[in-house]
């Protein structure tokens, strides 16, 4: 009896596979599990793959992402995704309900943003700068080189953000046999009054919905505490 209550008390240890029960379905990604890889590229990103059954996916992060995050006008977490399909029917994919748990920071869960919504705020607060930088101009007519120098930056980052935001962003498909793999970026944003001075370690939960499951991974930048990865130069 004593054991056959502990069993029920233990938890189970944590590996690429999914329960039948409606609270564990998810696929949770585990080095040590023989369908998840870990890896290191020379571009500086982190790589994690996880398969269950015909769907794999595989998230790549850059080491350097948090350093990066304050540094955007439009401050957001990026993540790479490709998903790939092996079986014979269809698998349809979508960024809709993909979220990342900010584990340090209250756990607060940040879903994907829209491109077409995210690039839509970018101009728009693009062309708010352009506005507020003429009335500064002529009020502050001394301070034209300085106000308009910034503004022209601003809005190159902001072309190339919402040039880069329309062409790699992860879209809706539907993945088969003709077409068995897709691969995009995907956006979070760290505008939360819950999201500030990240930690020398920090530690993520990345959630993506497919085929009926939700794969987990959880993450840690960088993976071990005061690691610095080497960026291999072209």
């Known amino acids: 009896m004593a054991l056959a209550l502990a069993s029920l008390l233990l938890p189970s240890a944590g590996r690429a596979r999914s329960n039948n029960t409606s609270e564990a379905s998810a ?20 790589h994690y793959g996880l398969w ?25 977490f990026a993540v790479l995704l490709t998903v790939r399909y092996r079986g014979a029917g269809s698998l349809d994919v979508s960024a809709n309900n ?3 748990e900010f584990v340090n920071h209250f756990k607060v869960v ?28 002529e009020k502050h007519p001394e301070k034209k080189e300085e106000k308009e120098a910034y503004m022209r930056a601003f809005l190159k980052d ?9 062409k790699n962003s992860l879209r809706s498909t539907q993945l088969g046999q003709g ?4 691969s995009g970026w995907v956006l979070f944003s760290t505008s939360s009054k819950w999201i500030s001075g990240w930690k020398k ?14 794969f987990e991974f959880p993450f840690k930048l960088p993976p071990k505490p005061g690691e610095v990865m080497l960026r291999k130069r072209d």
Do not use: M
Not at 158 to 166: T, W
Not at 202 to 209: D, K, S, T
């Open 110 to 137: 940040q879903t994907a943003l829209n491109p077409d919504s995210f690039s839509t705020k970018v101009q728009n607060d693009a062309d708010e700068l352009d506005h507020e930088t003429a009335r500064e101009v």
């Open 98 to 100: 993909i979220s990342l």
């Open 27 to 46: 696929v949770r990604w585990d080095e040590e599990h023989p369908d998840c890889t870990f890896s290191r590229s020379d571009d500086g990103h982190y």
């Open 201 to 214: 370690q920090e530690e993520f939960i990345l959630r993506v919905p497919l085929g009926g499951k939700i």
């Open 179 to 182: 077409n068995p793999e897709v």
């Open 52 to 76: 269950y059954e015909d769907a794999g996916i595989t998230l790549a992060v850059d080491s350097q992402e948090l350093e990066k995050v304050h540094r955007r006008h439009e401050p957001f």
């Open 158 to 166: 902001s072309a190339e953000l919402q040039e880069f935001v329309g």
